[in-house]
C-alpha cells in the first residue's frame, strides 16, 4: 500500500499562528507608533533649531548688526519671524499644556502672543509653532517652540521647548547664538536628575537643555 504524506498544515494551526501573531502585533505595535512619533517631532524640532540659526545668520548679516537688538529679532519680530517658511493660517501654540510626569495641567508655561508688546508668534507650513518673547531684563531673547503647533500632545518635553537667541557678544558665545538655557533657566539644576525633575514637572527650558546636552536624542527622558 502506498503511503501519502500529509502536506501543508490543518486549519488548526492556521488559526493557532493567526492569534499568535496578532498577539505580537498587539503588544509591540503601540511601542512602535511610540518611537516613531518620538522620531519625527525630534527630528522636527532639530530642523527647527536649525532653520532658526540660519534666519538669524541672515538677519545678522543684512542688518549689519553686532547686537540683537539692532536687529528684527527684537526691534520687529512680529516681522522676523515672516522671515520664515509661514502658514497662512493656524494656531501656533496651544492653550495650555500638559507635565510630562503626570500629564496634568503645567503652570507657568510661556505661550507667546503677536498681541503683547515685544513678542510674537507664527506658524510654519510644515506645522511647527514658533514664538518669539523679548524681555529687557536679561541679555537673551526667549525662542518658544512647539514642533505639533496647537495639535496634541500638547505635553512640555514632547512637543513644547524653550531656548534663547544671545544678544550680545559674551564668554563662549557670539550675538544670534541660538542655545539651551543653562540649568535649564534655574539655578542648581545643572545635574542629570535636577534637570530631568524640571522638565517632567513643566519646564520647557530645561527639556530642551537635556535635549541639547543629548544631542537630539529622541529617548533623551529615560
Known sequence: MISLKRNGF???????????????????IPSIVKDVHLKSRMALLKNTVANINNVTEIEFT???????????????????????????????????YKKHSDAKKATGVLIPSNDREGEAATLLKNGVGIGIINNSGNNTTTV??????????NMVGADYFILKIERENGSGHKAGDTSSFANGGDEGQESGPGLKQSCNNGNGAACYRMVELSSFNPKYLE
Do not use: C, H, W
Not at 490543518?10 to 509591540?28: D, Q, S
Not at 518658544?144 to 500632545?153: F, H, L, M, N, Q
Open 10 to 28: 490543518t486549519l488548526g494551526e492556521v488559526l493557532m499562528a493567526v492569534m499568535i501573531t496578532g498577539i505580537i502585533a498587539v503588544l509591540t
Open 62 to 96: 543684512k542688518s549689519r548688526a553686532n547686537s540683537l537688538i539692532d536687529t528684527d529679532i527684537y526691534k520687529d519680530p512680529e516681522a522676523f519671524l515672516q522671515k520664515f517658511d509661514t502658514a497662512p493660517n493656524g494656531e501656533p501654540f496651544a492653550d495650555s
Open 144 to 153: 518658544v517652540i512647539d514642533v505639533t503647533g496647537a495639535k496634541e500632545p
